[in-house]
């Protein structure tokens, strides 16, 4: 089993839809979790972090439920422009030791 | 905006051939990577560092070695290209971040370089 999985996709969708993806994790002792998004051809940029509280940036929540041990990334009001692939990334770390472990990955494609 | 390079960014060569990727930044960020990605696949780490003089294998067996004489300086070297090592390698580095909606190891990601073995 992968120690992150993530539903590959794709995921189309029409502007202006609530489109979420989940992103499950198999090591407990897991600590902070990203959203990370990555274009066509580039390299992936930091979207936000995820939090036990839930947090949200604009048209993006995130929320962590660690008794389930997945992540949640929502994304309102679906834009062109979000049309990507939503990486999901989860840290172990102590010690000096730090192992980062990233998903392969949930392609969105907004259509108008 | 994220301040870490990487040259080439496209780089054809031949078969045998030695090339290293360069990977520079200027963060001040102990800890650095190298991932391997081809196209719409999932990333795999082949090497990071914890600082200087401190180089580890990833999850993905890699011909490749690194060497980490300077805090800003990550270069991947391969002795002798192959076909098979056809891909796009991409550098990052991280800092435990403390801020907004983006704390935590963030790392920061180079453009990459995109290398064909010939």
């Known amino acids: 089993r992968k120690e992150v999985e993530q539903d590959p996709g794709p995921f189309n969708v029409p502007e202006g839809a609530t489109v979420a993806f989940n992103c499950t994790y198999s090591?407990?002792?897991?600590?902070?979790f990203f959203w990370y998004r990555q274009d066509c051809r580039k390299e992936p940029k930091l979207l936000m972090s995820?939090?036990?509280s839930g947090n949200e940036d604009g048209r993006f929540t995130a929320q962590l439920n660690r008794a389930s041990q997945y992540i949640s990334l929502l994304i309102r009001d679906s834009k062109l422009s979000d049309s990507a692939t939503y990486l999901c990334?989860?840290?172990?770390?102590?010690?000096?030791?730090?192992?980062?472990?990233f998903g392969t990955g949930t392609k969105l494609q907004v259509i108008p | 905006e994220a301040d870490i390079y990487q040259t080439p960014r496209y780089l054809v060569i031949g078969t045998g051939k030695k090339i290293t990727l360069e990977c520079s930044q200027t963060?001040?960020?102990?800890?650095m990577y190298w991932y391997q990605q081809d196209p719409g696949m999932e990333l795999h780490l082949i090497h990071y560092?914890?600082?200087?003089?401190?180089?580890e294998k990833g999850d993905l067996s890699s011909e490749s070695t690194v060497s980490r004489i300077r805090t800003e300086h990550f270069p991947l070297t391969l002795e002798s290209a192959r076909p098979s090592h056809t891909s796009q390698y991409l550098c990052?580095?991280?800092?435990?971040?403390?801020?907004?909606?983006?704390?935590?190891?963030?790392?920061?990601f180079g453009p990459g370089t995109r290398l064909t073995v010939l």
């Open positions: 090591n407990s002792a897991s600590q902070s």
């Open positions: 990052a580095s991280s800092e435990f971040g403390t801020s907004g909606v983006k704390r935590g190891f963030e790392q920061f």
């Open positions: 560092s914890y600082g200087v003089n401190s180089t």
């Open positions: 990334v989860v840290n172990r770390y102590g010690g000096g030791y730090q192992k980062v472990t």
């Open positions: 963060m001040g960020h102990d800890k």
């Open positions: 995820v939090y036990s």
